[in-house]
């Protein structure tokens, strides 16, 4: 009789923590396309899985789609273009615009030793992006304490 891995060592692929490519001192508020990776919490395959070639999304998949769109909606310095939900990540390109008659936005350095994150940054989109979609899925069940990404 075949024994089969279980699901859980399936999806377990060991990877090396990689190096930031962030620049340091860059000013993420820029006008710019920037491409953005999200990963689920310890890369768990919680928005799918993939059947004959296409993702299937789960419960949870759904909400990180829907949770995109809407971004754009709450947040005018936002215009989103093409993104893919796979079963543990998502890829996608953010397009950060200038809003307004604001011009040049000054960059104030942070005296404080506790980081603060800018608002209308790109670090802004992400940590509403995230808190958003890890709050609506735990509403309707109940399921407090589950980190999603």
Do not use: Q
Not at 32 to 60: D, E, H, I, K, W
Not at 62 to 71: I, K, L, N, T, Y
């Amino acid at each position: 009789m075949a024994t089969f891995p279980s699901l859980a060592s399936m999806w377990y692929v060991p990877f090396r923590r990689r190096r930031s490519i962030r620049l340091r001192g860059y000013d993420y508020r820029r006008d710019g396309a920037y491409f953005v990776t999200l990963c689920s919490y310890s890369r768990s395959p919680l928005f799918g899985s993939v059947a004959n070639g296409r993702m299937c999304p789960s419960r949870f998949g759904r909400v990180v789609a829907d949770e995109w769109f809407r971004s754009a909606d709450l947040r005018r310095e936002i215009v989103l273009d093409v993104f893919v939900v796979m079963p543990d990540h998502l890829h996608g390109i953010v397009v950060i615009r200038t809003v307004g008659a604001h011009g040049a936005r000054p960059h104030i350095p942070n005296p404080s030793p506790i980081p603060v994150r800018p608002p209308r940054s790109l670090g802004s989109f992400v940590a509403g992006f995230k808190s958003a979609v890890t709050a609506r899925p735990i509403a309707p069940c109940g399921n407090a304490g589950i980190t999603i990404v």
